[in-house]
């Protein structure tokens, strides 16, 4: 059969999707699980999407929380929050629209910034990181940082697509 191959290939992705997924952990619709090693963004996002996510989106302060509350707060990690692409405009890699003010929409969207954050130090912090707790501060929270960098990449796989629906993974 000419489709042995290709059913063989596809049992192969779709065990290593499963091992790795599996590390993960559900919450309201997504799979949330670190990248094992430190990685700059761009390795983080593309390892990211290999799995059929990206680097997290959070939406608001209790998403947050239950984050910081699985995964910890004394490390930081890579979200998929990135000006990159448009100095000073905040995307996310999952193609939500956000601001660090307000949304093309004119709705107030959640960020987390740091006290002067994102400042684009150096003219080269394009990329988002959460938990850095600045000099005097105890509350950990949002800050730029250079591509150079590397950090764990926090992943998140959404179960449902975003207009709903019946399509479900299993």
Request: glycine content about 10%.
């Given at each position: 059969d000419d489709n042995q191959g290709t059913w063989e290939w596809q049992g192969i992705i779709e065990k290593e999707l499963s091992l790795?997924?599996?590390e993960g952990i559900v919450h309201n619709g997504s799979v949330y699980l670190l990248t094992d090693n430190m990685m700059q963004w761009q390795d983080a996002q593309a390892y990211a999407e290999?799995?059929?996510g990206n680097l997290v989106t959070i939406n608001d302060a209790a998403e947050e929380q239950w984050i910081q509350s699985t995964f910890g707060r004394n490390e930081m990690f890579w979200l998929g929050l990135s000006d990159a692409q448009?100095?000073?405009?905040?995307?996310?890699a999952s193609g939500e629209v956000s601001n660090y003010i307000v949304s093309?929409?004119?709705?107030?969207?959640?960020?987390n910034w740091s006290p002067g954050q994102p400042d684009d130090y150096s003219g080269s912090q394009d990329y988002a990181?959460?938990?850095?707790v600045m000099s005097g501060e105890k509350l950990a929270r949002w800050d730029d940082r250079n591509s150079d960098d590397s950090l764990r990449g926090l992943i998140e796989i959404k179960l449902t697509p975003e207009e709903g629906g019946d399509d479900q993974l299993e």
């Amino acid at each position: 059969d000419d489709n042995q191959g290709t059913w063989e290939w596809q049992g192969i992705i779709e065990k290593e999707l499963s091992l790795n997924i599996d590390e993960g952990i559900v919450h309201n619709g997504s799979v949330y699980l670190l990248t094992d090693n430190m990685m700059q963004w761009q390795d983080a996002q593309a390892y990211a999407e290999s799995l059929g996510g990206n680097l997290v989106t959070i939406n608001d302060a209790a998403e947050e929380q239950w984050i910081q509350s699985t995964f910890g707060r004394n490390e930081m990690f890579w979200l998929g929050l990135s000006d990159a692409q448009t100095e000073g405009t905040w995307t996310w890699a999952s193609g939500e629209v956000s601001n660090y003010i307000v949304s093309e929409t004119n709705e107030e969207v959640y960020t987390n910034w740091s006290p002067g954050q994102p400042d684009d130090y150096s003219g080269s912090q394009d990329y988002a990181a959460m938990n850095y707790v600045m000099s005097g501060e105890k509350l950990a929270r949002w800050d730029d940082r250079n591509s150079d960098d590397s950090l764990r990449g926090l992943i998140e796989i959404k179960l449902t697509p975003e207009e709903g629906g019946d399509d479900q993974l299993e």
